[in-house]
Nanobody, 123 residues
Framework: EVQLVESGGGLVQAGGSLRLSCAASGFSFDDYAIGWFRQAPGKEREGISCITISDSSTYYADSVKGRFTISSDNAKNTVYLQMNSLKPEDTAVYYC????????????????WGQGTQVTVSS
């Protein structure tokens, strides 16, 4: 069974930090790119970062560039999202997803999705 399981969400004050984890199983981890997406109530789901597992190349949306860092621990089949300098606008459900197309945050190209983890940033 293919699984992507997010963890690490919670409530933090503006300016604080959180580290999200995405644990993958049931597919060939090193053949995929793993992306992070988020969705606030009433908003479209947006891509924020992705990593190509085979060569560790990364991409960031402008909204998080310089504040968030994506990384992977390939021995654990796990991808992380370190989130610093958090803003209330970062409040959303955060999802990880897997794609065979590298270097993209196009939602339709991601075939496997996790259940999401809530991040709330208070002002």
């Amino acid at each position: 069974e293919v699984q992507l399981v997010e963890s690490g969400g919670g409530l933090v004050q503006a300016g604080g930090s959180l580290r999200l984890s995405c644990a993958a199983s049931g597919f060939s981890f090193d053949d995929y790119a793993i992306g992070w997406f988020r969705q606030a109530p009433g908003k479209e789901r947006e891509g924020i970062s992705c990593i190509t597992i085979s060569d560790s190349s990364t991409y960031y949306a402008d909204s998080v560039k310089g504040r968030f860092t994506i990384s992977s621990d390939n021995a654990k089949n796990t991808v992380y999202l370190q989130m610093n300098s958090l803003k209330p606008e970062d409040t959303a459900v955060y999802y990880c997803a897997a794609s065979l197309i590298y270097g993209t945050l196009t939602l339709e190209l991601y075939e496997y999705w996790g259940q999401g983890t809530q991040v709330t940033v208070s002002s």
